[in-house]
Each structure stands twice: as C-alpha cells, then as structure tokens.
C-alpha cells in the first residue's frame, strides 16, 4: 500500500488544520535595554530595530508590547556609573529598579522579568566579583541575591540570573523567601553556553569581560551531558523555570531537557542569531518572516514554553 501523506498537504486549508506545533504572542518575551540619561534612544548597529532606551523614552517600546498581547518583557538595565563591586545592581534607585517602578505604575498588564547578573554593572565586565584574573564563586552569590531581592522589592514578576555561578538559585530562593517573596518565581539560565552567538549583545548592554573570557563558568558547547546536570540541580536548587542558551545551535540540547524534566522550558534567541537573520534578510539572500517563523517555530516543537527572541515584535505581526 502506498500512503498518500501529500493528502493532507493540497492546500493552506488543510495544513492550517494539521499542523503540529502553533506559535502564539503569549510565547514570548521580548527584550529591552534601559539606559542613564534623558531622551535617549540609542539604535544598537548589530542588531537592526534594538534600540536602548532611557526610562523617559521607554513607554515608545512598551506600547508596542502591550499593543502585541506579548508575553512579558526581560530587561536589562545599564548603568552611567560602574565599580567592582556592582553597586548599582542593588541600590534602590539604580537604573533597573527605577525602570521597574516604571512599568509597574504606567504598564501593570505587562509582565516584568528582570536578568540577574553583575556583568552590566561591573568595571570589569565578569558576572561575579574578581581576585586577579578569578572569578569568584561563592562570594559572588550575597551580589546576587541582593539584586534579586532589591527588583522584586521593585515589583519584578520574576527574576532571571543568568551569571552561571554554582548554587546562585539556592541563594537566590532563599533571599527572596526572607524577604518575604515567597511569590516571585525564578527562572534560571541553567544551560548557558559560552557562545560567540552573544557578541551583539554586549555591545547593546555594554557588558563586554575587561579581561579574559567567561569560559570558566559558561558551558562549554560540547558538552550536552553535563546541560541536563546543570537543568537537574537548578530544578532541586528550587528555580520554577528553567532555560537553555543560545537557541539554535542548542537544540538537541532543550529537546533532551524535554523529554527528561518535567518543569516549565525556556529558550533564548540571542543576540547574534537575531543579527545573522537582519544581515542576510538586509542583503536579499533569504526571506526573513518565512526564516524567523521557521526558527521560532523550531523553538517550540523542540520543547520551549517560553521564547526569549529580538524578533517578538514582528513575529506577532507575522501569525
């Protein structure tokens, strides 16, 4: 017997209705860049339509979140004034905490998630405090919470570290708990890779290492295993969500965490997968709405509940 699978392909109609895997605005997360200063809005070349804003000008892009029906928003907040110890990661007045009070009196819909890490508030540019040419572990953690702690306080919905540092969602959780944030779900980097796919977004965050690289405490790309040790103990460590980064290359790695974890996945786009596509898209060598849905979709099929993606905006246009 020959099977006619092309049956169910003839026209859009039917593909409409046999399609597996849907995309839908709610999927995603969209990323924004607030920065010091006063009507700013500053385009980032490498990646064509990202723009930091200063909080004055952020409600140009909240708008065009709220207006989408997205998911939520992850930002990143970049500081006029940078010292080893992250300082302004924490205060209460810092750029991120100020953007955060923000959004929560003028855009109470939208869903605020907030990426813990020290790299954007450091003069030297790591993720963790420093001795010499070391990164530090366990000191780096009372940073870390204190940020968690100081954007929830803020009115984060929840917070995001991404900094890679061993037991940094223990410490984080229970920060959060004595402080009476019981309810403030994290959502942790647990695969992330040391990637030459983030280049444009040090740039957008200003977050480039002063010295070294970030290969000490970022994954290597090789190693698959090792993603699903790293998923399995920030899942007891108590992180609600859990998150695979870079997408694309990776992705054999989040269908892996699929089928082994049951808890909530999440997928980052980054920043140089979203540049790659303008670049080809401004050149005229592929169609870039048939690419980015194909990709997002991609996401989703390989087991991503939730999408970090520069390419939220127009996706929503696009379905």
Same mark, same amino acid.
């Given at each position: 017997?020959?099977?006619?699978?092309?049956?169910?392909?003839?026209?859009?109609?039917?593909?409409?209705?046999?399609?597996?895997?849907?995309?839908?605005?709610?999927?995603?997360?969209?990323?924004?860049?607030?920065?010091?200063?006063?009507?700013?809005?500053?385009?980032?070349?490498?990646?064509?339509?990202?723009?930091?804003?200063?909080?004055?000008?952020?409600?140009?892009?909240?708008?065009?979140?709220?207006?989408?029906?997205?998911?939520?928003?992850?930002?990143?907040?970049?500081?006029?004034?940078?010292?080893?110890?992250?300082?302004?990661?924490?205060?209460?007045?810092?750029?991120?905490?100020?953007?955060?009070?923000?959004?929560?009196?003028?855009?109470?819909?939208?869903?605020?998630?907030?990426?813990?890490?020290?790299?954007?508030?450091?003069?030297?540019?790591?993720?963790?405090?420093?001795?010499?040419?070391?990164?530090?572990?366990?000191?780096?953690?009372?940073?870390?919470?204190?940020?968690?702690?100081?954007?929830?306080?803020?009115?984060?919905?929840?917070?995001?570290?991404?900094?890679?540092?061993?037991?940094?969602?223990?410490?984080?959780?229970?920060?959060?708990?004595?402080?009476?944030?019981?309810?403030?779900?994290?959502?942790?980097?647990?695969? @992330?890779? $040391?990637? %030459? &796919?983030?280049?444009?977004?040090? #740039? !957008? +965050?200003?977050?480039?290492?002063?010295?070294?690289?970030?290969?000490?405490?970022?994954?290597?790309?090789?190693?698959?295993?090792?993603?699903?040790?790293?998923?399995?103990?920030?899942?007891?460590?108590?992180?609600?969500?859990?998150?695979? @980064?870079? $997408?694309? %290359? &990776?992705?054999?790695?989040?269908? #892996? !965490? +699929?089928?082994?974890?049951?808890?909530?996945?999440?997928?980052?786009?980054?920043?140089?997968?979203?540049?790659?596509?303008?670049?080809?898209?401004?050149?005229?060598?592929?169609?870039?709405?048939?690419?980015?849905?194909?990709?997002?979709?991609?996401?989703?099929? %390989?087991?991503?509940?939730?999408?970090?993606?520069?390419?939220?905006?127009?996706?929503?246009?696009?379905?």
């Amino acid at each position: 017997m020959m099977y006619r699978f092309r049956r169910l392909r003839k026209d859009e109609r039917i593909r409409s209705m046999m399609r597996e895997t849907r995309l839908h605005p709610k999927d995603f997360i969209y990323p924004v860049f607030v920065i010091e200063g006063e009507d700013i809005k500053n385009p980032v070349a490498s990646m064509p339509g990202i723009f930091q804003y200063s909080i004055d000008r952020l409600g140009e892009i909240l708008e065009k979140v709220r207006e989408a029906g997205i998911g939520g928003i992850m930002l990143f907040g970049i500081p006029k004034q940078k010292d080893p110890e992250a300082s302004q990661a924490y205060v209460k007045d810092g750029i991120t905490q100020r953007a955060v009070r923000l959004i929560k009196e003028n855009y109470p819909e939208i869903y605020i998630v907030v990426d813990i890490c020290l790299c954007e508030y450091t003069s030297h540019g790591h993720c963790g405090m420093v001795c010499g040419d070391e990164i530090l572990n366990d000191e780096t953690l009372p940073y870390l919470t204190r940020m968690a702690v100081s954007l929830a306080e803020a009115g984060a919905d929840m917070v995001a570290p991404s900094d890679m540092m061993d037991g940094r969602v223990a410490a984080i959780r229970e920060g959060l708990d004595k402080a009476g944030l019981a309810q403030v779900p994290i959502m942790a980097y647990s695969a @992330k890779f $040391a990637s %030459a &796919y983030y280049g444009p977004f040090r #740039e !957008a +965050a200003h977050s480039a290492p002063g010295f070294g690289d970030r290969r000490s405490y970022q994954m290597d790309c090789a190693n698959g295993q090792e993603a699903l040790r790293e998923i399995a103990a920030d899942i007891e460590e108590g992180a609600d969500i859990v998150m695979v @980064k870079p $997408a694309l %290359a &990776y992705l054999d790695v989040l269908k #892996e !965490a +699929a089928l082994t974890f049951d808890a909530p996945l999440a997928v980052y786009n980054v920043s140089g997968e979203y540049a790659m596509v303008k670049a080809a898209a401004e050149n005229g060598w592929i169609d870039e709405k048939r690419i980015v849905m194909e990709n997002l979709t991609a996401m989703k099929r %390989a087991g991503a509940k939730i999408i970090i993606t520069y390419h939220a905006l127009d996706a929503v246009e696009w379905m």
